[in-house]
């Protein structure tokens, strides 16, 4: 089945600076790939997404890559401010039999922005 | 608009008892799925359920269920807690069944002592 890893598991920026996270999937059949915010006591927040046809997307600070020769994604923030702080997920969904709404999620990045 | 609606936020049982969890979809939206957020933990699959009918299962056992109704809102059931079953149990909510983004309420902590 489909695993996805994430890279780094924290990371530490200074305020203005940007982050990086990387993740890697397993099944090449993963075809979409949304990347969640998740504050204390919250669910997670869609942020940005990326169908397997497109290889960037940007919204903002926020910009996705997609490397599917590779099988991984990045999520790119610039500018980075205090209300990023927060745990980012990235997942990914297989395109196999069944059409499901399924996301396969990985460990997590907790992203701490010093003023 | 409301967002997924998720009740109660916080339960604590305790072992062997059962659990109903509650959930409300984004108005217009036919599909409710749930997941379980382990602490430190990325989110897992449990189900997708899509105009009253399972569409997908997750790697979870008997133990739970769940069922979808007329208005699209979905209940959780969970039987025979055990301690492992300790985790935040996040509903979504998406428009349609396969290629429509997942938008997830903020959750109900389940803790079994």
């Known amino acids: 089945g489909e695993n996805v890893e994430q890279h780094p598991s924290t990371l530490s920026v200074q305020e203005g600076d940007s982050a990086v996270i990387k993740c890697t999937y397993s099944d090449s059949a993963s075809n979409y790939f949304p990347w969640y915010k998740q504050e204390l006591g919250k669910g997670p927040q869609l942020i940005i997404d990326?169908?397997?046809?497109?290889g960037e997307k940007k919204d903002q600070r926020i910009a996705v890559t997609l490397n599917k020769t590779a099988k991984h994604f990045s999520l790119h923030i610039t500018e980075t401010q205090p209300e990023d702080s927060a745990v980012y997920f990235c997942?990914?969904?297989?395109?196999?039999?069944?059409?499901?709404?399924?996301?396969?999620f990985g460990t997590g990045t907790l992203l701490a922005v010093q003023p | 608009d409301a967002g997924v609606t998720q009740s109660p936020t916080h339960l604590i049982k305790t072992r062997g008892q059962q659990v109903t969890l509650r959930c409300s979809p984004i108005?217009?939206?036919?599909?409710v799925s749930w997941y379980q957020q382990v602490l430190g933990q990325g989110p897992q699959f449990i189900f997708q359920?899509?105009?009253?009918?399972?569409?997908g299962r997750g790697n979870f056992p008997d133990r739970f269920s769940a069922r979808q109704f007329p208005n699209y809102s979905s209940e959780l059931n969970v039987n025979a807690l055990l301690l492992g079953d300790s985790a935040l149990y996040l509903c979504a909510s998406s428009r349609g069944l396969s290629n429509s983004p997942l938008h997830f309420g903020n959750g109900t902590r389940l803790t079994v002592t």
């Open positions: 997942a990914a969904k297989v395109d196999g039999g069944g059409a499901t709404n399924k996301l396969i």
């Open positions: 359920y899509y105009e009253k009918e399972e569409r």
């Open positions: 108005s217009g939206h036919k599909s």
């Open positions: 990326i169908r397997s046809n497109v």
